[in-house]
Structure formats: structure tokens, C-alpha cells
């Protein structure tokens, strides 16, 4: 069950994982996600989709954390403890017109998905994309193939074009773009959100809330949209961006960070060697 | 020298750097190469000044003063050089944080332990706040880098106890040179260009390159490509208290790094740390025992102070002398120690006592003149080896160790005969002299007549060799490890009496020279044998585990009527015990240890103690043994008053030992030793002591990374052996000798003669032994 059938190192704590989920995928949409845990002691982690055919779904699993860091430790032949999915609301698609996605990072993946689902609905598609580092950037071509026009940003630090804000703004004053995506990390979005709203263009937002069951019974996923408490399991992942209490947001992710520091401390010292060992056996067996 | 820099004139010695010097006039130029004690190098740029009459603009770090030099360190155009420097070293390195927009305030924002898993900033950066890039930034006053970035992805090298993020690293050189200087230089520049990093020879992993992960690479590097993994994101210590080293006779000092109550992290303090004083620490905050245990039904549950405290009282009270045996050791202070005495004194009618001894003894007196080592002294007290080793002794090792290397006159013997080549060179050196001032010591004749029978021509050491030493070691200091046999001890210090030397027994524990003042080591053996006869029916054993080292103590205690133990954790021999005591470890309790030539060593406490210290249980316990249970109003002062008063004098007798013992103290006289000649069999194996494992183990077997460390016993064996027994590197083999059998990987090593083995163990000695494959 939940077999590892590929595993690419994109970056230095970038990992794609592609795993054998035929009943998961069935119905999988762009915008939604999966719950994966890689044994009896790593927490749920949620993980959008990035890419999936008739047997098997492809997530990017960025380690920054325990949990994580076992995820991104498994190679082929290793077998998930379990993954749960498809959930969380589908990304609505339809023909809008134009549509810029921005993604940051690990947004890469679930940007590429929607892009692909937005394209051949009709629409215009400009993909932006922003990474800290040259060598974060990744599936360049893939996204090429489902957009009409691609932007690479790459922080440089000083310069103008160091994320992925101000070609964003160029495009509002230039292009008229009906629908604004940003998937990556929250500050990012935050500030997609904040670029897009003097114009007023749609924003949708993906948000990564602390989330256990996922599928709307515990509450730990609560996001204050509009003044109105919501689920992200549920309700979201996709949301207004103009409408996301951003505070809120963070002040909630922040909650257990001394224990996640603390976590990965203690799981650190004890099994640093994990990745040196797998590495020399696969060289020994070869 | 007399020079001028910036206005200010300036007085330095000869051979002062430039740099120095302007650090005496108080004026701070910038360097990142550069470091206190190890070699200049002038690698970074950032140090360029001028200097009046020389063209460009010399590196300050290499450039030694001269009489009458003038020197400018401020200029706009040096100002400029310097942050155009930095500003090539940064287009290199991870510096977005720098020169945010949002600098310093994106912790509100940051939603995640880190946003991302490479360092990308300094925010993301576990060296944050302690870099020494950072402040190079703000004191040269660069605000933004206009050149292009160059990102890499270069991957992190994992190893024990720190991480190596090539991403990070400015190419400074700092941990080569310390390196170098330490342990013959495990690390050095790889690969030219852009290419160019750290690395070791083959990028072979660090401990199989011969790194003793002493982490003086971690101290000396200036950015966070070195970082230990220990608490690498807590950033900033409240407090940093000073303490001494809990492990060896080296007494290092040290700094503990302090928050949260918990041990961050340790620094040298002026010290060259090893391994344990710099990493292992962390024993401190591993399963510790917090309440006593007491055997309920055969099994231990957990009791409250007073109700186990008022068993052992009442217990202990039907046994008198020799069936009491308390047993002590090295590790506790001297407080601890003569509360110890005390209580088996006055309490128990008995004696408490140790295997520790050390002589006294002052390093830095004995490195001024000539010097003998015998015993694998890197790995029982690295800190003393590495300032003997620049002394270049005479060295008497079968090994090929660092010291060994660095000797002025290596005698290499086969395994077991160190004491045939004690007494060689005390026979040439009696025949170059006159015997009369040594015919009045005790016990001359007999040495001198065992010295004529002894057959000495085929030791592996030639007779040349033997005579040039007996020379150069008139009126040596003799440094024998804590590790090597009484007769080995003996021989020593018959060859010490015959060269008029001073014999250095090196001490195995921090406190072993407090416990040796205290006469601790006297009845040893006798209470050792009382023990295993069944003769001794009650014990009471306070930091030492003799479970763990030896099975048939592990039997003796078994068979006690009463086992009292007292330890920082259940260790073997506390599974054994009737009654178990939690204790504060070092970092948790004020105290001193008594240092080799005499000082007080001060413990601070540093975090809040765990439990209770030694020297409190001991004394609660004598109060109720003195004193009976129960509420005492008068009684219980009046024993305490005279336990305290014990103490008092005892430790006042301890401090003014301030003078070093004579020969006459250490070796009375000259002692019959059993010397026979090791068998010349093929294949012998030297059972050396670890660095990685200390004592009894039960300590450093609570490290993670040096049970890792330890987790293939290495049996190192010469290349020509090898390739005969057709054995290849990390093969698993077993070694039979008699009716023992040591298991351990192969490592192909040249620090062994053909013929000769090595393998880490906890008694020291030589042994025949038949190599066995696992078929």
C-alpha cells in the first residue's frame, strides 16, 4: 500500500515523491490535497498534489521539520504508514479569461496542476514563479508547456525583480487579468494579496493551516476569512485572499514552534546518519 | 618596536602583526582569516592597510611591525577596498537577510520553525546572531551588494556532532590551520576555482580521515558552515557559567552555554578541548534518575527522600568494618569525597576508597626539560598530550600515534615489552654514571642485580636507540598514562630513581589527584578482595560502576546482603542495589577539584540540580546514622557540626598542599617488577584505551553520536597482514585469544607494524591472538 514508485532531490530539502495511490486519484482535482505519515510516529502532513495519472500522485515535500524530514527520507520500494485523499475543496475552473498564478517554491507543484486544468478550460495562463535560489526553481518545462507566457524570479538581493510582487504589478498596469492564484509560502501570498487588491483582481489564496484529521472534525485547521471562522480541510485550502485575517493565520502555524524546534533537535542527533547510511547501501548493492 | 598607526604611537613587541598591534592601541580592523593562536594566513583581503612607504596595501594579519613604521587602517580608499571585498565574499554566500527591506521584522511573520531547510539568510541560519560575517557586515558598513549572486546547492556533510554547509563556507582556512595544529590536519582545501572547498583526503567520512571531533574547526569558524547539531537553532545563551571539565585529569576549563536551564552548548575557556569536555556534556541531560528507588518485592519503584534515606540508615547500622565496603571514586569532589571518608570513618567504622591515583605533578615545569611518555596519552588526557607533544618527548609506543611522530626519539617495541625498554634504558643509563647517591635508596641492589639477568637484546628496540635515550633523558620527567599496569607503573619509576628524574602518574579521573591526597587509593585491592570473597555483606557505591567493567563484581554485588548505590543514572550496578540514590551531576552542584599540581578547580552550579549532591546525602545519612531517626533538636547539629568540621579540616589540608611531592613522596624506593618477555608469536593485539569511551562507559555510553562512533569496534591491521590473510578494509572478523573473542571491523591501517594489531578496549594490554573470518 502507498508505495514510493520515484523520488527526485529537486534541492537540498526539496523532494518529489511519486506514490502508488490508484484509489486516491480517481477523483483528484487541481486544488485539493492528501494527508501522508511516513510511520506510527510522524505527524499527518498535508501535502497539495502537484501531479497525478491513473495509478499513482506526485507531491514536493519541502523538510521543515520531523515529519518532513522522514517523508523526504523515503526512497523507491519504501511503503507510507498512510495518506488519505483526495481533500479540501476543488479549485473552481472555469474559462475566466487571464489568469496569473504565482507560485513560490513547493507551490511549483500545485501551481503546475492548475495551470494545466486552467489552460484547458480556455483560459490565458501567465505563471510566475519565485524562489529564494536558482536551484529551487524546478519543472521549468512543464510549466511551459501549460502556460502561455512563463516569469522566473530569483532572489538577488537589492534588485527589483527578487519575488515575485513586482512583475506582478507590471502585468496589472499592462495586462487586464481577471484571476490571480498565489500558492507558496504564507508571506508570499499575504503579499500577492495585498498587490492585487488596490486593483481589485480576484485572489485566491492556498493556506497551510496546522491541520490533524483533515477532514473537518478536530478544528485545528480554523482560519478567520471575512470575520467568519472556517475550516481549511473543508472549507479551503483555497481561499480569498483579500478576505484572510493573515495575522490570525500566523499566530495559529506559530503555536507549537518550540516544540517543533525542540522535536527536530532530539529526531536530528539521533538519526543524522539515516540519509549516509541508505546512500551507502544502495551503493553497496549496486 | 616603536610605530604609529592612525595618529596613535604604538609599542609592540618584535614580530607583532600589524594587526595585533592596532588591537593593542585599541584600533579594530576587520578580518575573517585571521583567529588568536593559529597560523596567519591573509586569505580574506579584509585586513589591508596602509603603509607608508610600501606599494598596495599589505594584509595587516601577516605583516610583522617594524621600528618606525606608519600605518593607516581608515582611509576612504581602504574603507572602499574593504567593502568591495566583502561584497565579493558575499555574492557567494546566503545573505538575503542582510539586506532585506524587512530585516528584523519578519519574525512577527514567519509562520513555520524555518521556512525553508537550506540556510538562505541569516534568519534561516543557526549561527543567527553569533556570526562573525554579520559583524564584519555592520563594522565595514556595507548597505547592498550590487553584484550578482551566485546561489549554490551544494549538499550539507553530516557528521558526529556538527554539520559542514559548504553554501556557508568563505574558504578562510581557520579550520584547516586549527586542524593542523591538532590533529595533524584531517581537513584541507579540495578542488580549485569555483569548485574550490573544505574536504577531507578521498572526501572520506571524518571519523574514518582520522577527525577526534575535538570541534576546534567548529570554534574558529567565523560563519555557520560549521555548526554543531546539538540545540543548532536555540540560538544565543542566557549565561555562560565557567566550570571545570567532569571527565579527565586534564582538568580543561570550561564554559557551559546556558538557557532554559538546559545546556546549550560548551566552549574552551583558554582550553584545548577533546571530544568529551567539548560534546559529550549532554550525558547531563540524559535519563537521569530524579527520585530514589527502593526494592519493593524484588523489583526497584520509586520512594521519597526520607523513607529511603531512613532504610539505608537503618540498614547500614548492623554492619561494622570489613563487612562494609564503601566504594568512591575520582569523578565526585572533594567535598563529596571527604564526606565520603568521613562516613566510612566515623559512621561505618570502615574505610571508603578508590581506584585513583595521580601523582603531583606540574606540566608546565616538566615540558621545559627532558621527557619520557609511555601509554596512549591522546586518548586517556588529549589535552595534556597536545602540550607535550611540542615538547617533543621520547615516546615508547608500539603505535604510530600523533605523538609518536612528533617524538625526538620514538622507541617502538613489540606489544608488551614497554617495560623491557624501561628497564634497557635504566641499565645504559646506570652504566654511564656512578651508583653512589642511588646505593643509599631502599631496594638498589636487588634492581640493580635483576637489571644485570635481564635479557634485553631482542625487544624490537635496537641497543643504539636504547643508549641515545638513556642520554637525552638524564634527569627526565617519566608521564605514564592512567592507563598502564602496575608494572609498567613500577618500572617507570625505578627508570625515574635511576635517571634522577621525577615519575608523572598521570591521573585517569578530574578529581583523582583530590582522592589520592585524601588517601583513597590505600585499601583498595583488600576491599576489592573482601568483596569477591563473599567477606564484605554490605556496600555503599557512589559514582563508579564496577558491574559494568567487570563480571565478577557484577556477581560479588548480586550476592550482598545490602547494595546501596548512588549515580547520576541506573547504571548496571545500580540494577543490583537494595536502595538507589539520585545525585546532581557536576553542572548542577558548587565544588572543587584538586588539579595534578595542586589548585583548587572550582565546579559552578550552572543549571538547577536535578536532585541532591552527593556530599548532602552523605551527610543527611551520617546525622541519621550518628544520631538515630526521627526529630533531633541538639544531636543532629552536633554531628553535622562535626561532619562539617571534618570537612573543614580535611579541605584545609587539601589547599595547602600547594607544594609539589619530591621523589621521595612518589617513589620511596626502587620496586621488584615481574618483567617476561612477550611471546614473539605472528599476530599480537594491543587492547589500548578509547577516546570515545571513558571509564567505565557510563557516561559516554549516554552520547548518541559516540555510541555511534563506537559502533564497529575498529581492530586496525597493517596492509601487508591484510593482503597475507586476504582481509579487506571494514570486513567484520573476530579476533580468538584463548578463551576470549573480540568481534570488530577491519580498518587497514599503517599506525601498526605487520604483525601487530590494535583494537579499543577497557583494560590495556597485549595478547596473542589467531584471526577468525565469520564464515
Known amino acids: 500500500m502507498y508505495e514510493v514508485l520515484e523520488r527526485e532531490a529537486l534541492a537540498p530539502g526539496l523532494t518529489l515523491l511519486r506514490i502508488r495511490a490508484p484509489e486516491i486519484v480517481r477523483k483528484m482535482q487541481p486544488g485539493q490535497f492528501v494527508i501522508a505519515r511516513?510511520?506510527?510516529?510522524?505527524?499527518?502532513?498535508?501535502?497539495?498534489?502537484?501531479?497525478?495519472?491513473?495509478?499513482?500522485?506526485?507531491?514536493?515535500?519541502?523538510?521543515?521539520?520531523?515529519?518532513?524530514?522522514?517523508?523526504?527520507?523515503?526512497?523507491?520500494?519504501?511503503?507510507?504508514?498512510?495518506?488519505?485523499?483526495?481533500?479540501?475543496?476543488?479549485?473552481?475552473?472555469?474559462?475566466?479569461?487571464?489568469?496569473?498564478?504565482?507560485?513560490?517554491?513547493?507551490?511549483?507543484?500545485?501551481?503546475?496542476?492548475?495551470?494545466?486544468?486552467?489552460?484547458?478550460?480556455?483560459?490565458?495562463?501567465?505563471?510566475?514563479?519565485?524562489?529564494?535560489?536558482?536551484?529551487?526553481?524546478?519543472?521549468q518545462d512543464r510549466l511551459f508547456d501549460v502556460s502561455d507566457r512563463l516569469i522566473v524570479t530569483c532572489n538577488q538581493a537589492g534588485e527589483d525583480d527578487s519575488s515575485a510582487t513586482s512583475p506582478l504589478r507590471r502585468l496589472l498596469e499592462t495586462e487586464k487579468i481577471d484571476r490571480v492564484y498565489a500558492i507558496g509560502c504564507t508571506f508570499m501570498m499575504m503579499e500577492i494579496s495585498n498587490a492585487?487588491?488596490?486593483?481589485?483582481?480576484?485572489?485566491?489564496?492556498?493556506?497551510?493551516?496546522?491541520?490533524?484529521?483533515?477532514?473537518?472534525?478536530?478544528?485545528?485547521?480554523?482560519?478567520?476569512?471575512?470575520?467568519?471562522?472556517?475550516?481549511?480541510?473543508?472549507?479551503?485550502?483555497?481561499?480569498?485572499?483579500?478576505?484572510?485575517?493573515?495575522?490570525?493565520?500566523?499566530?495559529?502555524?506559530?503555536?507549537?514552534?518550540?516544540?517543533?524546534?525542540?522535536?527536530?533537535?532530539?529526531?536530528?542527533?539521533?538519526?543524522?546518519?539515516?540519509?549516509?547510511?541508505?546512500?551507502?547501501?544502495?551503493?553497496?548493492?549496486? | 618596536?616603536?610605530?604609529?598607526?592612525?595618529?596613535?604611537?604604538?609599542?609592540?613587541?618584535?614580530?607583532?602583526?600589524?594587526?595585533?598591534?592596532?588591537?593593542?592601541?585599541?584600533?579594530?580592523?576587520?578580518?575573517?582569516?585571521?583567529?588568536?593562536?593559529?597560523?596567519?594566513?591573509?586569505?580574506?583581503?579584509?585586513?589591508?592597510?596602509?603603509?607608508?612607504?610600501m606599494r598596495g596595501n599589505p594584509s595587516s594579519c601577516t605583516l610583522p611591525v617594524s621600528e618606525?613604521?606608519?600605518?593607516?587602517?581608515?582611509?576612504?580608499?581602504?574603507?572602499?577596498?574593504?567593502?568591495?571585498?566583502?561584497?565579493?565574499?558575499?555574492?557567494?554566500?546566503?545573505?538575503?537577510?542582510?539586506?532585506?527591506?524587512?530585516?528584523?521584522?519578519?519574525?512577527?511573520?514567519?509562520?513555520?520553525?524555518?521556512?525553508?531547510?537550506?540556510?538562505?539568510?541569516?534568519?534561516y541560519c543557526p549561527k543567527d546572531q553569533r556570526c562573525e560575517l554579520q559583524e564584519t557586515v555592520r563594522l565595514v558598513g556595507l548597505g547592498k551588494i550590487d553584484l550578482c549572486r551566485l546561489g549554490s546547492s551544494k549538499e550539507m556533510v553530516r557528521s558526529p556532532f556538527f554539520d559542514r554547509d559548504p553554501n556557508l563556507c568563505i574558504l578562510c582556512g581557520r579550520c584547516v590551520r586549527t586542524c593542523a595544529e591538532r590533529?595533524?590536519?584531517?581537513?584541507?582545501?579540495?578542488?580549485?576555482?569555483?569548485?574550490?572547498?573544505?574536504?577531507?583526503?578521498?572526501?572520506?567520512?571524518?571519523?574514518?580521515?582520522?577527525?577526534?571531533?575535538?570541534?576546534?574547526?567548529?570554534?574558529?569558524?567565523?560563519?555557520?558552515?560549521?555548526?554543531?547539531?546539538?540545540?543548532?537553532?536555540?540560538?544565543?545563551?542566557?549565561?555562560?557559567?565557567?566550570?571545570?571539565?567532569?571527565?579527565?585529569?586534564?582538568?580543561?576549563?570550561?564554559?557551559?552555554?546556558?538557557?532554559?536551564?538546559?545546556?546549550?552548548?560548551?566552549?574552551?575557556?583558554?582550553?584545548?578541548?577533546c571530544v568529551r569536555g567539548r560534546f559529550a556534556l549532554e550525558f547531563v541531560h540524559q535519563q537521569r534518575l530524579t527520585r530514589p528507588l527502593i526494592r519493593k518485592a524484588g523489583k526497584l519503584v520509586e520512594a521519597d527522600w526520607k523513607e529511603a534515606l531512613a532504610l539505608v540508615a537503618?540498614?547500614?547500622?548492623?554492619?561494622?568494618?570489613?563487612?562494609?565496603?564503601?566504594?568512591?571514586?575520582?569523578v565526585l569532589t572533594n567535598e563529596a569525597l571527604v564526606a565520603a571518608k568521613t562516613f566510612a570513618d566515623q559512621a561505618m567504622s570502615s574505610r571508603a576508597v578508590a581506584e585513583d591515583f595521580s601523582s603531583g605533578h606540574k606540566l608546565d615545569e616538566m615540558v621545559k626539560g627532558p621527557l619520557l611518555v609511555i601509554g596512549d596519552l591522546s586518548e586517556t588526557n588529549p589535552a595534556t598530550e597536545l602540550a607535550v607533544r611540542s615538547a617533543?618527548?621520547?615516546?615508547?609506543?608500539?603505535?604510530?600515534?600523533?605523538?609518536?611522530?612528533?617524538?625526538?626519539?620514538?622507541?617502538?617495541?613489540?606489544?608488551?615489552?614497554e617495560g623491557l625498554v624501561l628497564a634497557a634504558i635504566a641499565r645504559a643509563a646506570l652504566a654511564n654514571q656512578s651508583s653512589e647517591s642511588l646505593e643509599r635508596i631502599d631496594g638498589y641492589s636487588s634492581f640493580s642485580r635483576a637489571l644485570d639477568l635481564l635479557k634485553l637484546d631482542d625487544i624490537g628496540v635496537s641497543q643504539d636507540e636504547i643508549s641515545k635515550a638513556a642520554v637525552a633523558l638524564r634527569k627526565a620527567a617519566i608521564v605514564v598514562s592512567p592507563d598502564c599496569d602496575q608494572e609498567i607503573k613500577r618500572a617507570a619509576g625505578n627508570l625515574a630513581l635511576a635517571l634522577g628524574g621525577s615519575l608523572c602518574l598521570v591521573g585517569r579521573n578530574c578529581n583523582s589527584r583530590g582522592a589520592a591526597i585524601l588517601g583513597l587509593d590505600r585499601g583498595y585491592e583488600e576491599t576489592m578482595r573482601s568483596l569477591q570473597s563473599g567477606e564484605t555483606k554490605a556496600a555503599y557505591i557512589i559514582g563508579c560502576?564496577?558491574?559494568?567493567?567487570?563480571?565478577?563484581?557484577?556477581?560479588?554485588?548480586?550476592?550482598?546482603?545490602?547494595?546501596?548505590?548512588?549515580?547520576?543514572?541506573?547504571?548496571?550496578?545500580?540494577?543490583?542495589?537494595?536502595?538507589?540514590?539520585?545525585?546532581?551531576?557536576?553542572?548542577?552542584?558548587?565544588?572543587?577539584?584538586?588539579?595534578?599540581?595542586?589548585?583548587?578547580?572550582?565546579?559552578?552550579?550552572?543549571?538547577?540540580?536535578?536532585?541532591?549532591?552527593?556530599?548532602?546525602?552523605?551527610?543527611?545519612?551520617?546525622?541519621?546514622?550518628?544520631?538515630?531517626?526521627?526529630?533531633?533538636?541538639?544531636?543532629?547539629?552536633?554531628?553535622?557540626?562535626?561532619?562539617?568540621?571534618?570537612?573543614?579540616?580535611?579541605?584545609?589540608?587539601?589547599?595547602?598542599?600547594?607544594?609539589?611531592?619530591?621523589?621521595?613522596?612518589?617513589?620511596?624506593?626502587?620496586?621488584?617488577?615481574?618483567?617476561?618477555?612477550?611471546?614473539?608469536?605472528?599476530?599480537?593485539?594491543?587492547?589500548?584505551?578509547?577516546?570515545?569511551?571513558?571509564?567505565?562507559?557510563?557516561?559516554?555510553?549516554?552520547?548518541?553520536?559516540?555510541?555511534?562512533?563506537?559502533r564497529n569496534r575498529k581492530i586496525e591491521i597493517n596492509p601487508d597482514d591484510a593482503s597475507d590473510l586476504d582481509i579487506t578494509d571494514t570486513e567484520a572478523i573476530s579476533l580468538e585469544s584463548g578463551e576470549r573473542i573480540l568481534n570488530g571491523s577491519v580498518r587497514i591501517s599503517r599506525r601498526v607494524l605487520p604483525g601487530v594489531m590494535h583494537i579499543c578496549g577497557r583494560k590495556s594490554e597485549a595478547v596473542t591472538v589467531e584471526v577468525k573470518r565469520d564464515v
Open chain 2, 68 to 123: 618606525g613604521m606608519k600605518v593607516k587602517t581608515d582611509t576612504p580608499a581602504l574603507r572602499e577596498l574593504r567593502k568591495n571585498i566583502l561584497e565579493m565574499l558575499l555574492s557567494e554566500h546566503p545573505c538575503g537577510c542582510l539586506f532585506c527591506e524587512r530585516a528584523g521584522r519578519c519574525d512577527e511573520i514567519r509562520e513555520g520553525m524555518r521556512k525553508v531547510p537550506q540556510t538562505m539568510g541569516c534568519r
Open chain 2, 1 to 53: 618596536m616603536h610605530l604609529r598607526i592612525n595618529d596613535i604611537e604604538v609599542d609592540a613587541p618584535p614580530g607583532t602583526t600589524i594587526k595585533d598591534a592596532a588591537k593593542l592601541a585599541g584600533i579594530r580592523i576587520p578580518g575573517l582569516c585571521d583567529y588568536p593562536g593559529i597560523d596567519h594566513y591573509g586569505g580574506c583581503r579584509l585586513c589591508l592597510v596602509e603603509v607608508e612607504g
Open chain 2, 183 to 273: 590533529s595533524g590536519g584531517v581537513v584541507s582545501f579540495h578542488f580549485r576555482g569555483f569548485d574550490a572547498g573544505i574536504g577531507t583526503a578521498f572526501e572520506k567520512p571524518l571519523e574514518d580521515a582520522g577527525c577526534r571531533f575535538c570541534g576546534a574547526c567548529v570554534d574558529v569558524c567565523p560563519t555557520g558552515a560549521l555548526v554543531e547539531r546539538a540545540n543548532k537553532w536555540s540560538g544565543l545563551p542566557e549565561k555562560i557559567v565557567e566550570t571545570t571539565c567532569p571527565f579527565c585529569s586534564c582538568n580543561c576549563k570550561i564554559g557551559l552555554e546556558i538557557k532554559n536551564d538546559k545546556i546549550l552548548r560548551t566552549r574552551p575557556v583558554g582550553s584545548k578541548l
Open chain 2, 314 to 330: 537503618e540498614k547500614l547500622r548492623s554492619y561494622r568494618g570489613q563487612q562494609f565496603a564503601m566504594l568512591v571514586s575520582g
Open chain 1, 196 to 286: 492585487t487588491a488596490p486593483a481589485g483582481v480576484p485572489t485566491r489564496v492556498s493556506l497551510m493551516p496546522l491541520m490533524v484529521d483533515g477532514t473537518g472534525m478536530c478544528g485545528a485547521c480554523r482560519c478567520l476569512v471575512e470575520g467568519k471562522t472556517v475550516l481549511g480541510c473543508v472549507d479551503g485550502p483555497e481561499f480569498d485572499g483579500h478576505k484572510v485575517d493573515w495575522g490570525r493565520l500566523v499566530e495559529r502555524m506559530r503555536s507549537y514552534l518550540d516544540e517543533e524546534t525542540g522535536a527536530m533537535d532530539i529526531w536530528d542527533r539521533e538519526n543524522w546518519h539515516l540519509a549516509a547510511e541508505r546512500k551507502a547501501e544502495l551503493g553497496k548493492a549496486q
Open chain 2, 545 to 710: 560502576n564496577p558491574a559494568r567493567t567487570n563480571a565478577r563484581m557484577a556477581e560479588a554485588l548480586s550476592n550482598l546482603e545490602f547494595l546501596v548505590v548512588q549515580d547520576l543514572f541506573l547504571t548496571e550496578s545500580a540494577r543490583n542495589a537494595d536502595v538507589v540514590l539520585p545525585a546532581a551531576s557536576f553542572a548542577e552542584i558548587d565544588g572543587t577539584f584538586t588539579s595534578s599540581d595542586g589548585r583548587m578547580l572550582r565546579l559552578k552550579e550552572a543549571i538547577t540540580p536535578r536532585s541532591r549532591s552527593d556530599e548532602q546525602i552523605l551527610s543527611d545519612l551520617y546525622t541519621m546514622l550518628k544520631d538515630g531517626p526521627g526529630p533531633q533538636a541538639d544531636n543532629s547539629q552536633s554531628s553535622l557540626e562535626m561532619l562539617r568540621r571534618a570537612a573543614k579540616e580535611n579541605l584545609e589540608a587539601l589547599q595547602t598542599q600547594t607544594r609539589i611531592e619530591d621523589m621521595e613522596k612518589t617513589v620511596p624506593a626502587f620496586q621488584p617488577v615481574n618483567l617476561k618477555g612477550a611471546a614473539k608469536d605472528p599476530c599480537r593485539l594491543v587492547i589500548g584505551p578509547c577516546l570515545f569511551e571513558f571509564g567505565s562507559g557510563t557516561r559516554t555510553s549516554r552520547v548518541h553520536d559516540l555510541q555511534y562512533l563506537n
Open chain 1, 38 to 139: 511516513a510511520d506510527e510516529f510522524g505527524e499527518r502532513v498535508a501535502l497539495s498534489a502537484a501531479d497525478w495519472d491513473l495509478e499513482s500522485i506526485s507531491v514536493i515535500i519541502q523538510d521543515i521539520g520531523v515529519s518532513t524530514r522522514k517523508l523526504s527520507l523515503l526512497d523507491k520500494g519504501d511503503t507510507l504508514l498512510n495518506l488519505v485523499g483526495p481533500l479540501g475543496k476543488p479549485s473552481r475552473i472555469e474559462n475566466f479569461g487571464t489568469v496569473a498564478i504565482v507560485c513560490g517554491c513547493f507551490g511549483i507543484g500545485p501551481g503546475y496542476a492548475l495551470a494545466r486544468a486552467l489552460k484547458k478550460a480556455g483560459n490565458k495562463v501567465i505563471i510566475i514563479i519565485e524562489a529564494r535560489n536558482s536551484g529551487w526553481l524546478f519543472w
Open chain 2, 392 to 417: 617533543r618527548p621520547v615516546v615508547i609506543s608500539p603505535l604510530k600515534t600523533l605523538l609518536a611522530t612528533n617524538a625526538s626519539i620514538w622507541l617502538r617495541p613489540r606489544p608488551g615489552e
